[in-house]
């Protein structure tokens, strides 16, 4: 998955102006994307183990990346269409 030619400047200040806490890691991102892919596609709110999740994703492209390719996977498996799961995923 690539990322989008034009990024809206609406867009851009949400992802300089949103809360950064909790932090997260790249490998406790790792660690937690299968479960938080998970709850994305069952359009559930993520537990408190999972909210910085949706930080971590917006403002790290490999992560987001990895997030998203297992999220079309996972929905491939699943036999349901991933592009509801995707809008929730980019949107956080």
């Given amino acids: ?3 989008p030619d034009h990024v809206s400047p609406t867009e851009v200040v949400r ?17 937690l994307v299968d479960r ?5 596609l069952a359009a559930a709110r993520p537990g ?5 999740m949706p930080a971590h994703l917006s403002g790290c492209s490999a992560c987001a990346e990895e997030a998203a390719t ?7 498996d ?5 592009a509801p799961a995707l809008e929730r995923l980019v949107r956080g």
């Fill in 78 to 82: 699943a036999g349901i269409d991933p």
């Fill in 70 to 76: 297992l999220l079309l996977l996972a929905a491939a």
């Fill in 1 to 3: 998955m690539t990322a």
């Fill in 48 to 52: 408190e183990e999972l909210a910085a």
């Fill in 15 to 31: 992802r300089l102006t949103m809360d950064p806490g909790p932090w997260l890691s790249c490998d406790d991102c790792f660690r």
């Fill in 36 to 40: 938080y892919v998970e709850v994305v």
